[in-house]
């Protein structure tokens, strides 16, 4: 059974800056074009950035120079660098996973970022 763990969300005051980290389990990481969600209170998901399993990158237009997507294969982990980070960007972040883009059929429980004063 795949599983994804998202972990480094927590409290950031606005212009700070988070890592979050989705680990992989259970299949070939490599394989999987991985991505990033968010959802705010009230709000539909929406993707915030995606990479393929040759690194190609792609990402929202609010967020692009803003966050960073990247992936470990050998450590099964995808990763978001999110730096100046303003209120707007609370939210619940997901991980998700698919070797069928656009659809993501694997996901992470959330990791919640708040930015605030």
């Known amino acids: 059974q795949v599983q994804l763990v998202e972990s480094g969300g927590g409290l950031v005051h606005p212009g700070g800056s988070l890592r979050l980290s989705c680990a992989v389990s259970g299949s070939i990481f490599s394989l999987y074009v991985m991505g990033w969600y968010r959802q705010a209170p009230g709000k539909e998901r929406e993707l915030v950035a995606t990479?393929?399993?040759?690194?190609?990158?792609s990402y929202a237009d609010s967020m692009r120079g803003r966050f960073t997507i990247s992936r470990d294969n050998a450590k099964n982990t995808v990763y978001l660098q999110m730096n100046s980070l303003k209120p707007e960007d609370t939210a619940v972040y997901y991980c998700?996973?698919?070797?069928?883009?656009?659809?993501?059929?694997?996901w992470g429980q959330g990791t919640q970022v708040t930015v605030s004063s």
């Open positions: 990479i393929s399993s040759r690194n190609h990158t």
């Open positions: 998700a996973a698919t070797t069928r883009p656009p659809i993501y059929d694997l």
